[in-house]
C-alpha cells in the first residue's frame, strides 16, 4: 500500500517521505506498524494547507493497512499449516523407504529376479511378455500364460543367458487368432530409495533412478531379500 502526499505549494520544498521511498513489503507492515504512523505523520506535516485531509481519509487508511496486517498473518498462518502437513506427509512417506512398490516405471535389474504382473486381455488365446532395456529398446520377448498372476522374471534371453544389469520396463500383448488385440504397459516391483515432494505431488524415488508418483503406485510390499 502506498502513500503518496498530496501536492504542496510550488514555493514549498518537500523532502522525500516514507510513502516516496520504495514501498515496505507485507511483512514489513505487519511487524512495523511504528512505519505506518511514521508515512502519516510525514504525509500530513507536508500536505496543501489548503487541501488539508480529512480526518476520515485516515481512518480509512489505517482500516487499509489493518486489512493488510490481517492478510499477512493470515497467509503467515496458512504457509505454517501447509508446512506441517508436508511434515506429517513425508513423515508418512518415509514408512515406505525400502519397500517394492508395483508400478509400470522401469525397475532395477541386479540379477535377481524381478515380480511382473501382466494383465492380459481376457479373450486373448496367446499372450507375449516384452520387455524393453533403459533406452526404449525391445530386447526380449517370451510367451506367458493367460492370466494375471503375477510371476517372477528371471533376466534371462531366450539362450538362458542373463541380461545385463540396469533399468527394465514391461509390456503385454494381447493376441486373439493371430491378431493383436492391445499392448499395455505391465506393473512391476522396484525398490524404494526415497521419498519427496516436488510441484506439489508425493514423489517416489526408485532404485535405479527411476521416478513414479504415488498416486501411480498400485501395491507395497516388504522387500523378499
Known sequence: MNIS???????????????????????????????????????????????PIDSSEYAAQLAQFSMVEQQVMSNDLLTALMTQLGASNMGQMAGVIGMEARTTSPVQFDGAPITVAP??????????????????????????????????????????????????????????EGELLMLEPAEAYGRVTEARTQGGQSILMLEGGSMVLTSDVNGLREPRD
Open 119 to 176: 494383465n492380459p486381455a481376457a479373450v486373448a488365446d496367446q499372450v507375449f511378455l516384452v520387455t524393453y532395456d533403459g533406452d526404449g529398446e525391445e530386447v526380449l520377448r517370451q510367451s506367458i500364460p493367460v492370466s494375471a498372476e503375477p510371476l517372477e522374471w528371471d533376466g534371462r534371453d531366450v539362450n538362458g543367458t542373463p541380461l545385463p544389469a540396469g533399468i527394465y520396463s514391461f509390456g503385454v500383448e494381447s493376441h486373439a
Open 5 to 51: 502526499p498530496t501536492t504542496p505549494p510550488t514555493n514549498q520544498t518537500v523532502p522525500p517521505t516514507p510513502a516516496a521511498a520504495e514501498a515496505p513489503s507485507n511483512s514489513v507492515l505487519s511487524s512495523d506498524f511504528e512505519t505506518f504512523l511514521q508515512m502519516l505523520t510525514a504525509q500530513a506535516r507536508y500536505q496543501d494547507p489548503l487541501e
